[in-house]
């Protein structure tokens, strides 16, 4: 086999590879929260929310923009935690190479 026989074998082993570490990361959860737990987001490695909560204490009709301020903090937090989780997983499947455009 040629050296561009065994390139072309490899980087379609890390295609399949990388499609299924797609499938496992859409399965994977991450909860977080925002001023001090009373907005909680899951997130699922899709990036799709599951759930958002928010502690009845928090909501005041005089401070709208607080709540919603908490809101963005835990969805923002969870798309963190979500593209860390998912770097990581590359990192581990590349050998640290980063291949842009994948995530």
Do not use: W, Y
């Amino acid at each position: 086999m040629t050296d561009m026989g065994k390139f072309l074998k490899q980087a379609q082993q890390v295609q399949q590879k990388i499609a299924r570490m797609q499938e496992e990361l859409s399965d994977k959860i991450i909860e977080t929260s925002a001023g001090g737990g009373m907005v909680k987001v899951v997130m699922n490695g899709s990036h799709e929310v599951v759930s958002v909560t928010i502690d009845p204490e928090v909501v005041n009709p005089e401070d709208i923009e607080m709540l919603e301020e908490l809101v963005v903090a835990a969805l923002n937090e969870a798309r963190r935690e979500i593209d860390d989780m998912i770097k990581e997983q590359m990192g581990s499947l590349t050998g640290g190479i980063s291949l842009p455009g994948l995530f």
